[in-house]
């Protein structure tokens, strides 16, 4: 297998919390800018560069929703109805780490690359408002979710922002319009003038023609570990006239489903023993199944693949370690092939 260009490997975003930790804490710690959060998501972040991620998110303990929907309701920190001020929209978990990344610099050098997944327009709008369209407030949210994205990759000089993620996982679900087309392009205009890798982040590739429409959104994942037929629904030759490029999942991180099928299969549980989770990583989650799943996506795309990583987070793994080694058996499994 010859490859002409650079393929990147990163992570969607979600991890984990440490034993003991509760989702409900650590969001009240993240607020109040404890020590013991910026402690939590530091190691986390390392945990994900020790695994072989190249391009790690922020580790996203926060509610997707609520950490970008609540300051937008708030009239204190808005210039307009869902219309965020600059100096207001900040990602919490990625500002909080910018000492590690201070001494990132000082270890290594370089500044740590990172990528930014922040929530769609199109999700937050749908979310609150549901299916009717309020062109002026869907404008506004899509300028906010634009607005966090330059701060995230301007606030601090220790980062190096390779791309960012527009989480839209109701899309191809909930009906889509024009409105919706226009509100992807605004809030990725920043990233893109920036010269920023723009990828979106779907559940389903049904819409994936569509999203070639847009101008700044140059990168469309595709879930297909866990649903290798998603491949079959994308034609290469629609994404090269558009000069749209890909992101593939190598890894399943459907844990709820994966659990059920080897529990059925192997007479285990794997949400009571951490042996049996353990065995269905090497099981499921094995490098050369990794191997397997992007050798078949690259048959298929060949260089059109420009980032590759798991499905998914791994918020709902429960366990870091585990989940840590699902983020090496993907390095392991392209180690020879980016």
């Excluded at 204190?76 to 000492?99: Q, S, T, Y």
């Excluded at 996982?169 to 003038?193: H, Q, R, W």
């Excluded at 559940?203 to 070639?212: A, F, G, V």
């Excluded at 050369?288 to 298929?300: K, L």
């Amino acid at each position: 297998m010859i490859r002409l260009k650079k393929i990147l490997y990163d992570d969607i975003g979600s991890f984990p919390l440490p034993e003991g930790i509760k989702k409900q804490k650590m969001e009240r710690l993240i607020r109040k800018r404890k020590p013991e959060a910026i402690r939590i998501i530091e190691d986390s972040m390392q945990m994900k560069i020790d695994s072989g991620v190249e391009i790690p998110n922020y580790p996203q303990f926060l509610s997707m929703i609520d950490q970008f929907l609540k300051p937008m309701m708030d009239v204190k920190r808005c210039e307009g109805p869902f219309l965020i001020r600059e100096d207001e929209a900040v990602i919490d978990e990625l500002e909080m780490l910018e000492p590690f990344a201070r001494r990132y610099v000082d270890e290594t050098g370089e500044r740590l690359k990172i990528r930014v997944c922040v929530t769609g327009p199109c999700e937050l709008y749908h979310f609150k408002f549901g299916d009717r369209i309020y062109e002026d407030l869907l404008n506004n949210i899509s300028k906010s979710i634009d607005r966090f994205i330059k701060r995230a990759a301007e606030f601090s000089p220790y980062f190096d922002l390779k791309t960012v993620s527009l989480d839209e996982p109701s899309l191809g679900i909930v009906p889509f319009t024009d409105e919706m087309l226009k509100a992807l392009d605004v809030a990725a205009a920043y990233a893109a003038s920036a010269g920023i890798d723009v990828q979106i982040h779907l559940h389903t590739p049904i819409l994936y023609e569509s999203i070639c429409k847009t101008d700044n959104i140059k990168i469309i994942g595709i879930e297909s570990a866990a649903n290798p037929k998603f491949l079959d629904l994308v034609d290469p030759e629609v994404l090269k006239r558009h000069g749209k490029f890909l992101r593939i999942g190598v890894a399943r991180t459907d844990l709820f489903r994966m659990g059920a099928e080897f529990n059925e299969a192997h007479d285990a549980n794997v949400f009571g023993d951490v042996k049996d989770l353990e065995q269905l990583v090497e099981t499921m989650v094995s490098p050369e199944i990794v191997h397997a799943n992007f050798t078949h996506a690259y048959e298929i795309f060949g260089d059109l693949i420009k980032y590759v990583g798991p499905d998914c987070g791994l918020g709902s793994w429960k366990s870091q370690q585990i989940a840590s080694r699902v983020l090496a058996n993907v390095k392991k499994g392209i180690a020879d092939l980016v």
